[in-house]
């Protein structure tokens, strides 16, 4: 490993382009999401001291450069209200870049460049910047300086350690909160509101209940009010979001936890490539039949990010298999045009009632992907400050609620949501993003997870079931109600279902640079992504073949050294947690 520089001297490095990290939520996998946690952690006010929120020394303004692996199409280079109200009490703002295509790829390239953004977001590739010297060891700054960093994870900072090997902490955690209780369903199965009215809201458990009801529909609506065809499943399979849109859903509707590209038995903790398990098989012949149906979208594998996301404004997409904060651009479209029986219900199909849906499989607190600071940061005491005020209760406050007055009212000791806000967040999402910023900071420090209360006895986000139900439209209402539901989590497995994940998730584990699971694990990617969809896409009496082909090169490429070597990683984990 190569050796960390301590304290940076380079100037500023040059300036990048706009996108900043979006809340995802949950989601936690940074590929998506899709396996929510529960932290045995505090849970944030009953014991805890109110947090003191940070006056840095110095208010003179500062530029920090900013680079992640994801991206947030409504940033608005911190001129929306959230923005300016965050320089105005630190003085800092950002310029901020993201990874464009392959996000590994260009965090490689920045990696080995010599040349550092001041904040990084990098999740798992972060291993490429610690073994390039290129962040520093956090364990000091947060010490010294982030007294309400340390307070949020107190309990927890061994999760925050790299390795076992290299115990210092690189990354402030950030895509799970502290405490996290998910209480949004934005995965599964969606289907059009309309679409279940029809039919009378028929039971939409398994997929071939789900396939029942897009065919049922399309029976009697091929096209929509303009003559358009209707569609009758689309998905998404643009670069990452083939994980979240085509292959995460395999194990999620097969018995299986989010562990990224890995099956891990919950009793004998045995990794396997996911796609191994024969039961996978079934799910992609699955998608194969509705092709062969003509019911999946001839398009679903050569459409772009943004084209996908203009399909689901039209309203003619039935139904997906994604999750929410993937699509929902598309859907706050439908939004905005009134069009709320073509929003989306979260279904927690599977692929047959034998298996329960996991989408609430409990983590605990994941530690894993966050910010790391640079080495040629030219200020870590004020960054670390400027980090230490986003995760104070004061911060926190800010970025998931707004201004007071303008984003929310205190009545009688609650936050309330006025009526217009709420209605422009509904049904006009996106502008109301891009001017407010709620929702462009919440994963930028260390934060409280949904369900936490804060001194004042408020929750500290908005994701909570008052607030989820009050943001439904009177179509969602309508809809759950019929089902029998006051929100989406309750046609799902629960938490206490499922026995507790002691590792966290495999995805989020750390691959050190030198590791022979590097170039591995982009062989068995790059076959994945080819025999996957050829597969879906073939003849369904050619889909055993390919199949066993598919098989076949796998082993070939080494798939067993691959899970012997995520064998190990998972292991070193369990030893580093004291698990």
């Not at 965090?107 to 290129?134: C, E, H, N, Q």
């Not at 006895?457 to 006051?486: H, W």
Request: aromatic letters at 10%; one cysteine or more.
């Amino acid at each position: 490993m190569a050796t960390k520089r301590k304290w940076p001297s380079l100037i500023l490095s040059a300036t990048l382009f706009a996108g900043l990290l979006a809340a995802c939520s949950g989601g936690n996998d940074g590929k998506g999401a899709s396996s929510p946690s529960a932290s045995p952690s505090a849970s944030g006010s009953s014991s805890s001291p109110e947090s003191a929120s940070p006056s840095p020394e110095k208010l003179e303004p500062l530029t920090l450069t900013y680079y992640s692996e994801d991206v947030n199409p409504n940033w608005a280079n911190m001129q929306d209200d959230l923005g300016k109200a965050i320089t105005e009490k630190t003085g800092i703002s950002i310029k901020a870049e993201f990874a464009v295509g392959d996000a590994e790829q260009k965090s490689a390239l920045i990696a080995a460049s010599g040349d550092y953004p001041d904040l990084i977001m990098a999740k798992t590739s972060i291993s490429k910047f610690v073994d390039a010297g290129a962040v520093l060891d956090l364990t000091d700054l947060i010490e010294q300086h982030a007294p309400n960093i340390k307070k949020l994870f107190e309990g927890q900072m061994n999760r925050l350690k790299y390795s076992k090997t290299d115990q210092a902490i690189y990354v402030i955690p950030s895509y799970d909160g502290i405490g996290q209780q998910y209480f949004e369903a934005g995965g599964g199965m969606q289907l059009q509101h309309r679409v279940v009215k029809e039919l009378g809201y028929p039971k939409i458990r398994t997929v071939q209940d789900f396939e029942n009801a897009i065919k049922a529909y399309l029976a009697k609506h091929p096209k929509d009010e303009n003559g358009n065809p209707n569609v009758g499943l689309s998905l998404i399979a643009e670069d990452w979001r083939m994980y979240i849109g085509v292959t995460n859903p395999a194990f999620l509707s097969t018995g299986g936890s989010d562990d990224g590209e890995y099956y891990v038995d919950i009793d004998t903790h045995e990794v396997t490539y996911h796609f191994r398990r024969p039961i996978e098989k079934e799910y992609f012949r699955w998608l194969n039949h509705m092709n062969a149906e003509g019911l999946l979208d001839k398009e679903s594998f050569v459409q772009k990010y943004d084209q996908y996301k203009a399909k689901i404004a039209t309203g003619r997409v039935l139904g997906l298999i994604d999750q929410k904060w993937d699509f929902d651009d598309g859907q706050k479209a439908l939004k905005a045009e009134g069009k709320m029986d073509q929003a989306y219900g979260h279904y927690p199909v599977t692929l047959s009632e034998e298996y329960k849906h996991t989408a609430f499989w409990p983590t605990g607190f994941t530690g894993g992907s966050g910010i790391a600071i640079s080495v040629d940061n030219p200020d870590p005491v004020r960054t670390i400050k400027f980090l230490d005020y986003l995760a104070s209760d004061e911060g926190q406050v800010l970025v998931n609620w707004g201004i007071e007055g303008k984003h929310y009212n205190m009545e009688n000791g609650k936050r309330i949501i006025p009526a217009d806000i709420a209605e422009r967040r509904l049904n006009d999402g996106i502008n109301f993003q891009k001017e407010s910023g709620l929702g462009n900071y919440n994963l930028l420090s260390a934060h409280y997870g949904d369900g936490v209360k804060d001194p004042s006895g408020n929750y500290y986000t908005q994701r909570f079931p008052e607030q989820l139900i009050s943001d439904y439209s009177d179509v969602e209402k309508e809809v759950l109600s019929a089902y029998g539901a006051t929100i989406w989590k309750d046609l799902f497995p629960k938490e206490d279902e499922f026995k507790l994940k002691p590792w966290g998730a495999l995805w989020n584990i750390p691959i050190p640079s030198e590791s022979d699971l590097v170039v591995l694990e982009e062989k068995l990617k790059n076959i994945t992504w080819k025999r996957i969809p050829e597969a879906i896409l073939a003849k369904p009496e050619q889909f055993d073949a390919l199949w066993d082909k598919y098989m076949q090169e796998i082993e070939a490429a080494g798939v067993e050294k691959a899970e012997q070597l995520r064998q190990e990683l998972l292991n070193e984990r369990l030893a580093l947690w004291g698990s």
